[in-house]
């Protein structure tokens, strides 16, 4: 059985250290990772057919934006966040009110982040 408090978290970057690093993080935070996916096309189905807490989209996976996976987390009632070298910048209309860190990342940033949507992980 699962702790309540370990949450399985997509990874979406195409950076195989960047993504290596998170993973790395993430799990020591006491989370699994879903992933990570280095293609949107791969993002895609795994948003769709996965069981999955929360996602961190890189903003620019290989030249193609993640927000048609962001949709899906929508439609899915996941959330997300963003990444991006770009911070705020690299939001489109319809994402701009979402929470985009900024890269190289933070750790206290990722944890807020996390604990801002699962508040009982800040106990």
Do not use: W
């Not at 195989?16 to 799990?27: I, P, Q, R, S």
């Not at 193609?64 to 489109?92: C, H, N």
Request: hydrophobic share 45%; glycine share 6%.
């Amino acid at each position: 059985m699962t702790d309540r408090r370990t949450k399985r978290i997509l990874i979406v970057e195409d950076e195989f250290l960047v993504a290596l690093h998170l993973e790395d993080v993430l799990t020591g935070m006491g989370h699994q990772i879903v992933g990570p996916c280095t293609r949107i096309e791969v993002a895609m189905a795994v948003a769709r057919e996965s069981s999955i807490d929360f996602a961190l989209l890189d903003i620019n996976v290989a030249g193609t934006p993640s927000f048609a996976v962001a949709d899906i987390l929508r439609q899915r009632s996941i959330p997300f966040v963003f990444a991006s070298g770009y911070g705020l910048e690299g939001l489109v209309d319809g994402y701009r009110n979402e929470t985009a860190l900024r890269k190289p990342y933070d750790l206290e940033e990722l944890k807020v982040a996390i604990a801002r949507i699962f508040p009982e992980l800040s106990h």
